[in-house]
């Protein structure tokens, strides 16, 4: 079992789960067992609990782990499943040891940093390698090197480098070469520095990865060599790419799949099959037309609150050599006289997930337009819920209806609590989560799309539909073609008489794969071509 640790320097947001991901894929390619874990240095328990436009979207686990959206990364790049025990927090690590505190695990100790956290951090590090024989287990450290918080974390992984030895634990450093345009001049300033904060916590980065503007001429690569103590073959450079799709194969032309197999003496063996991600790359880079997409949310300022949706369009738009062109629509600047203009060059509309009252209004009015002008409509969780609510209000007259998440007090809860959620106090970890059964009515649009009886998605909510209106919404044309089969929720709806209306309960954006782009999108996107045909 070997380890591989990512840190970041000079500045965030440079790409440490893309590059963390693109280099377990080049590994797993070549037939290795690998798999990703992200630890993050805040105190939140999990970002469950944090604004989308703090911290991007939660990915959500099949087993109901409210996650970083970097584990959407490791599960679209890799096909593999990440669990609970993939992303830690500083707060799961101080709630454990507190935990233990309070039970007199350490009657007569003082607890601390040192060895208490680190040595929890550790135990988690290596926690996965004993669920399952992978060989090599990459882990992403959040934050950049100097935090104050990132400190246990870097520590705890320098002890282990100490106690397993070179062979079997390695880091990967990504940093950032800053181009001044001024004097058309590659810095490397910022990066001896970044590596200088890691050698003074006592580790010696083993390879840098730099991303990079321009590429790097081979002196700019001997200086930073030099003057950071790293191997000359393993300054590896990562220049911008149009697409995040294209990093395995930059990675791949400058050897860092072997660099790191060579440093740990593992068998190079042959060139990673990487095929099937090939095809899928072709049919990006080589659109035979382009389909338009209007992402209806309230969080479109920040296009990470929808990464997994956004990708999910992006896979199924490869697969089927289209460009998809993301209208980001505000809901909340949606009304009943703009909605024409700004959604009438969208080919499909999808309503995104979301919570609260803000922007619902406008959510509803695309609802109908796209309803009324037989345009596709792919709703999902909120989305979902809003198309039942517009459906009862416009096709059944119930002015009032809503969900009582909005509207507690209307005389048509069409969308209402859950019952097992009635009692639940406490805000974290609380919804409806992770993966559950739907069982697919035959001959609907739904069973058309999954080819199967039975489907497993992953939820994250805490309304569903109302099974007392259920009579009236299908009598009236509403039709349930997806159910959790001992509850009987509603999971999947959709609509008698349009060519594509479908709304999920679940998120199915989260079980989107490179090389196996979600049926939903897929259906969604051809969908979508051919309305703009
Ligand atoms: N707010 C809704 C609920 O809790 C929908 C949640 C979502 O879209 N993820 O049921």
Redesign the pocket.
Known sequence: MRYIFITGGVVSSLGKGIVAASLAKLLQARGYRVTLQKFDPYLNVDPGTLNPYEHGEVFVTYDGAETDLDLGHYERFLGIQTSRHHNVTTGQIYQTLIERERKGEYLGKTVQVIPHVTDEIKRRFTFLAQQEPYDIILTELGGTVGDIESLPYIEAARQLHYELGPLRVLFLHLTLIVYLEATQELKTKPTQHSVRELQRAGVQPDILVCRTPKPLPRDVRAKIALLTNVPRNAVIQAVDVATIYEVPFQLRKEKLDEVVLRRFRLPTRSEPDLSRWHTFLEGLKNPRSTVRVALVGKYVELHDAYKSIYEALIHAGGWHALRVEVLWIHSEEITPANVERKLKRANGILV?????ERGISGKITAIEYARTRLIPFFG????M?MAVVEFARHVLGWEEAH?T?VNPNTPYPV?DL?PEQRKLRGKGGT??LGAYACEIKEGTLAWHIYQKPLIYER??????LNNAYRPALEEAGLIVSGRHPEKDLAEIVELRGHPHFIGV?F?PEFQSRVEEPHPLFSAFIEAALSCRE
């Open positions: 995104a997930p979301g919570f609260g999902i969780c909120l989305g819920q969900s998440e969308i859950m919804m409806r939820h994250r909510h805490r309304y569903e309960q998120h």
